[in-house]
């Protein structure tokens, strides 16, 4: 039976218009919290409305229906009837997401009920369109749900938001009665199905420079601990590392859990384990997101087709086996089918090593990247033929 991924779920209630009645929103509320928890009880659930003053009135991390009912039932009679905030109130949750991501691999749904068309302009639409290229990839869903009685039922935003739903493998629904309503309030209860990263998806990744350093400012670096002595690694469960053997090679610790980590045993666990960007991943106990310092990757220029340099590490620990939770990590992005020979073959002139770089995880039993600069985006390949095939 596949593992349940831990989720939140938001429901977003941007209503202007008498459509549907508080008592009814509180029963369907309630009754998908309730089915979805016979499904998966990893849940954690939120609410979010604004007030006729533009304050939201917000609500999250529940994993029971109850304190969301009090809430839309104490609340509810102040809530806007003349001003949609769609803009202000999915930012206010992809904010909420984006904090929640640096602490924990979670998949994240917003499912809007709206009634007003969205008033996007150009630019606000350009920065809600760029953080929600960042957010998706953990992964976060977008469902929209549109309620109008008239006969006419495109609204002029469709398109916009079309393609924001698109963008996050969502859905907008058309509904013009609480009877559609209920019928598809019973579809989202079913779990998206979320592809595995590590074995369905090609190895390699484009990313541009923005990307790369909001993911990388998500991320917090292993920091030396206060205490030196009696530090047992979490992976080796061990005092001395035993890859490299140096008892100087003092464990470093994730603020966040309190465990430690041998230097090589947590380059050895990421080789797997990282979130499709080589040097950033999850911790093995708490699940925050943690990186490498830049030098840990150690780089090098390519400048002939046999010069590597690369990590000096040993076999990944196997002869105690060791059960780590499974680590939720973004789709790799704008993955591309990727032939070597044909690549080697196009890179003959020596200006086309300029911008190459070679960094290698994990030894002899690592894996290895190439980093190629192309315009402002790095590109990330995971090379097919390893080095050490030739040796």
Known sequence: MPEKKREEIYFYLDLTKNF?????????????????????????????????????IFINQKQISKEIIELLEEKWDSHSETKSYFEKGLFYILSDITGN??????????????????????????????????????????EIIRLSKEEKRFFRDEVKLNILVSDTNGV?????????????????????????????????????????????????????????EDLICYLCNQEICPICLDVYD????????????????????????????????RCPQCGSLLKFKKEDLK??????KENYDTFSLSKKLSEKKINLPKVNIPEPIDFHEYNL??????????????????????GFFGKTYKVVKKENKLIYRKLEKDINDNQ
Do not use: M, W
């Open 20 to 56: 549907i009645k508080r008592k009814d929103l509180s029963k369907l509320i309630e009754n998908f919290i309730t089915k979805r928890n016979e499904i998966n009880k990893e849940v954690d659930y939120g609410l979010l409305f604004f007030d006729d003053q533009g304050s939201p």
């Open 101 to 142: 991501i640096r602490k924990q691999s979670k998949v994240f749904r917003i499912i809007i009920l709206s009634d007003t068309p969205s008033r996007l302009s150009e630019d606000y639409q350009r920065i809600l369109f760029d953080i929600v290229s960042k957010v998706k990839y953990f992964p976060t869903f977008i």
């Open 250 to 281: 003092l464990p470093q610790i994730c603020e966040d859990c309190g465990e430690v980590f041998h230097n090589c045993c947590i380059l050895d666990y990421s080789i797997d384990n990282n979130i499709g960007i080589p040097f950033i991943f």
């Open 341 to 362: 020979q044909n690549q080697e073959n196009e890179n003959n002139s020596q200006g086309d090593y300029e911008d190459e770089k070679l960094i290698r995880i994990g």
């Open 172 to 228: 907008i629904f058309q509904v013009k009665n609480k009877k559609e309503l209920k019928s598809i309030f019973n579809q989202l209860i079913n779990p998206r199905g979320i592809e595995n990263t590590f074995i369905d998806k090609k190895d390699q990744i484009e990313i541009s420079n923005e990307d790369l350093l909001f993911y990388s400012n998500l991320a917090k670096s292993l920091k030396e601990p206060q205490k030196k």
């Open 299 to 304: 780089p090098s220029k390519r400048k002939k």
